[in-house]
């Protein structure tokens, strides 16, 4: 029996210390990436001025006196992603009620994969409907020179963000315990103010986090941003075309030198801390709805 | 039976059958629940106690297997299969549940969500109803300084008397209470039992228990069910005194259940 229990004991060490390594390659490879982030991009930072650098708002880094002020982008992700928000959370809220709380079985099994297979789309793949479907209906309806422009980039990032609003939302509306919807509904109530004053009430901090890594994805897509937003270091106008911090970095990075390569790392850090900043906000809303 | 006796019945439960699915899981029920009394239903798990408390607000439509027959009349008008309007029916015939259930918010909000509900703004009026509400649940005192804090952080018992708060706050006639103090300690439960039989001066009780003593100290009328029939429903003294049937008599002794 002794003998037993000692060579579990030595099993487990060994399992332990298996894991400990492998969570230390985890962190390793986040650290690596914060450092070498830090690192790259403090030098440009440094040499253009932070004020110049954050709040400049021309960027000309190919020009024979060129200028690196990255507010337009700045601008453009935060606007961009807001805009995608302000289209995307009532819409994915309102369909995660609706298939949580009022959809039969059929409707949900038939809806459900559908939202999975969004979720799974490549980004390229959203660019590229945006580009040949989106961006020619906004040149046409709007009537303008150009229809790449925020607007197809909000459009775009509004149905991107989508699955994970509509995932989380339900997730946390059917955490929701049964007994509160039943002394709503005992009171009189009917199914839909149940849903709202109560339901909805308890899931709040569950919608919130959806709304938070739909804001994650949004600031943190380039692709299919790039694809519809035009691209041009403009200051942001919903019908104007824009540059993202992301699309900043991946439009010239690759003919890149110099500073004009050291400042892409500096934007790259500048939206790293954007993400740090949301996956921050992320974690308190977990953490406080897992007290309640 | 004088015309009296008649204005006091308040549910008239006649021929009343209850199916889930294939599963026939009350049989024949016939019984009358009298205004201002407190009415007992006892018998052993699964016998379709509580499956008939929520029949007496339609709560039972909520699973969809449920098909009902037979008729119950509250206040001489059908409920069984007609097109009342439940929110109506729910709003006059109260219910507080097994497991206490306040909502997660205030336990101002708590009171106040089912007078809102139904459409009362003035916060005036809402602090009487909410004041009212919990003077008569028996727990004001406890509570008036702490309103605004989370229901969720009272004890178990107090929690419950919020409930049955909550369910006033809506001025009900009826108050189905679903084995209301078997998640409760001892001194929560006598409580609730004081407080069930002050309130039988303004509202009409069932409530569903497994306690015997609990029937034999506060009800008025027994009912006792057994695999779905109504075995017997009499006076609470006579059906525990000289209960007409066998069976009855060996469930109150304890020979089973």
Not at chain 1, 55 to 71: M, N, V
Request: hydrophobic share 45%; aromatic share 8%.
């Amino acid at each position: 029996m002794l003998d037993k229990k000692s060579s579990f004991n030595g099993s487990e060490s060994i399992a332990s210390l298996v894991f400990l390594i492998l969570g230390i390659v985890n962190i390793a490879f986040v650290l690596l990436i914060c450092i070498y982030l830090i690192i790259a991009g403090l030098p440009a930072i440094k040499e253009i001025g932070i004020i110049d650098f954050l709040f400049g708002t021309r960027w000309a880094s190919t020009a024979t006196e060129p200028e690196f002020g990255i507010l337009p982008f700045i601008l453009t992700s935060i606007y961009g992603t807001a805009g995608a928000i302000v289209i995307g959370l009532p819409l994915g809220f309102f369909s995660a009620v609706y298939l949580a709380k009022f959809a039969n079985k059929k409707v949900r099994t038939t809806i459900e994969p559908l939202i999975d297979l969004l979720a799974g789309i490549p980004s390229v793949v959203y660019g590229f409907v945006g580009m040949l479907v989106l961006v020619p209906a906004i040149q046409v309806i709007f009537n303008l020179p150009d229809g790449a422009s925020l607007f197809a980039a909000i459009i775009v990032l509004a149905i991107m963000i989508l699955p994970s609003i509509i995932k989380i939302s339900i997730t946390s509306l059917e955490a929701v315990p049964n007994e509160y919807e039943l002394g709503s509904l005992a009171l009189g109530a009917n199914e839909i103010e149940t849903c709202f004053r109560v339901t909805v009430k308890a899931a709040k901090s569950g919608i919130a986090a959806a709304v938070v890594l739909g804001v994650g994805r949004a600031i943190g897509e380039a692709m299919a941003v790039m694809m519809v937003a035009g691209n041009a270091a403009n200051m942001p106008s919903l019908f104007e075309s824009v540059r993202f911090l992301t699309t900043a970095v991946a439009s010239e990075m690759s003919y890149s030198s110099g500073l004009q390569r050291d400042a892409l790392f500096s934007i790259a850090l500048v939206l790293f801390v954007f993400i740090m900043l949301i996956n921050a906000t992320l974690n308190m809303l977990l953490k406080r709805g897992g007290k309640r | 039976m004088t015309e009296q006796v008649k204005d006091n019945v308040i549910f008239d439960v006649k021929d009343f059958n209850l199916y889930y699915g294939s599963n026939h899981a009350l049989h024949n029920i016939n019984m009358q629940i009298y205004k201002n009394a407190i009415t007992a239903l006892i018998g052993p798990s699964g016998c379709g106690k509580s499956t008939f408390i929520k029949t007496l607000n339609r709560m039972n439509d909520l699973i969809p297997s449920v098909r009902l027959e037979g008729s119950i009349k509250y206040k001489g008008q059908e409920i069984v299969n007609s097109d009342i309007n439940v929110y109506d029916l729910r709003k006059e015939v109260g219910m507080v549940f097994q497991k206490p259930n306040p909502f997660p918010m205030s336990i101002y909000d708590n009171i106040a969500y089912g007078p809102r509900t139904h459409g009362i703004k003035n916060k005036s009026v809402l602090n009487e109803i909410v004041e009212k509400s919990l003077t008569d649940a028996a727990i004001f005192d406890e509570l008036k300084d702490r309103l605004k804090d989370s229901a969720l952080s009272l004890s178990g018992g107090q929690q419950q008397r919020l409930c049955i708060a909550r369910a006033l706050a809506v001025k009900p006639d009826v108050l189905l209470m679903d084995e209301p103090t078997s998640a409760l300690d001892p001194i929560s439960t006598s409580k609730i039992e004081e407080l069930v039989l002050k309130l039988k001066e303004e509202y009409t009780i069932v409530i569903v228990t497994h306690n015997m003593q609990q029937a034999v100290r506060i009800s008025d009328t027994t009912a006792f069910f057994l695999l779905g029939d109504l075995i017997e429903c009499d006076k609470t003294d006579t059906i525990f005194s000289e209960p007409k049937d066998k069976r009855t008599e060996d469930y109150i002794t304890g020979r089973f259940g």
